[in-house]
C-alpha cells in the first residue's frame, strides 16, 4: 500500500519560490508514474506536472511551463516540484500522486486524475 506524504507548502509574496517535497512509502515493484495536482475550492483536481518511472519529466500544463519543474530522487522515495516566479493564481492545495505505469495509459497531465490511484493529504500554497 502506497502512501505519499507531502511538505514545503506556505505562504510567498508575487515573484517568490517554494520547493515541495512528496516522501513515498510501501512502493511495490510496480513502476510507478508521479504528479503533481493542485485544487482551489470549487473546481477540480488539475494535473500540472507529471514525470514518469525513468524520471523524465513528462509534461506540464501551460501555466506552469518554465516557472516549475518536476523532479525525483528514487534513492530517497521522494519526489519534488520547485515553484519559481509564483504568483496568485498558484494559490492553492497541492498533491502529489503516483500512478503504476501501464499499456495504454499516458502518463501525461492530459491524462487527468484517471490511473493516479495513490494520493497524499495535500499542502497549501498561498500566494500573496
Known amino acids: 500500500h502506497v502512501q505519499l506524504v507531502e511538505s514545503g507548502g506556505g505562504s510567498v509574496q508575487p515573484g517568490g519560490s517554494l520547493r515541495l517535497s512528496c516522501v513515498a512509502s510501501?512502493?511495490?515493484?510496480?513502476?510507478?508514474?508521479m504528479a503533481w495536482f493542485r485544487q482551489v475550492p470549487g473546481k477540480s483536481r488539475e494535473a500540472i506536472a507529471t514525470?514518469?518511472?525513468?524520471?523524465?519529466?513528462?509534461s506540464y500544463i501551460d501555466s506552469v511551463k518554465g516557472r516549475f519543474t518536476i523532479s525525483r530522487d528514487d534513492a530517497r522515495n521522494t519526489l519534488y516540484l520547485k515553484m519559481n516566479d509564483l504568483k496568485p493564481a498558484d494559490t492553492a492545495t497541492y498533491y502529489c500522486?503516483?500512478?503504476?505505469?501501464?499499456?495504454?495509459?499516458?502518463?501525461?497531465?492530459?491524462?487527468?486524475?484517471?490511473?493516479?490511484?495513490?494520493w497524499g493529504q495535500g499542502t497549501q500554497v498561498t500566494v500573496s
Open positions: 510501501g512502493y511495490t515493484r510496480d513502476n510507478y508514474c
Open positions: 500522486a503516483a500512478g503504476t505505469e501501464k499499456r495504454g495509459w499516458l502518463c501525461a497531465v492530459s491524462a487527468g486524475t484517471a490511473g493516479f490511484g495513490y
Open positions: 514525470i514518469d518511472s525513468r524520471g523524465r519529466p513528462t
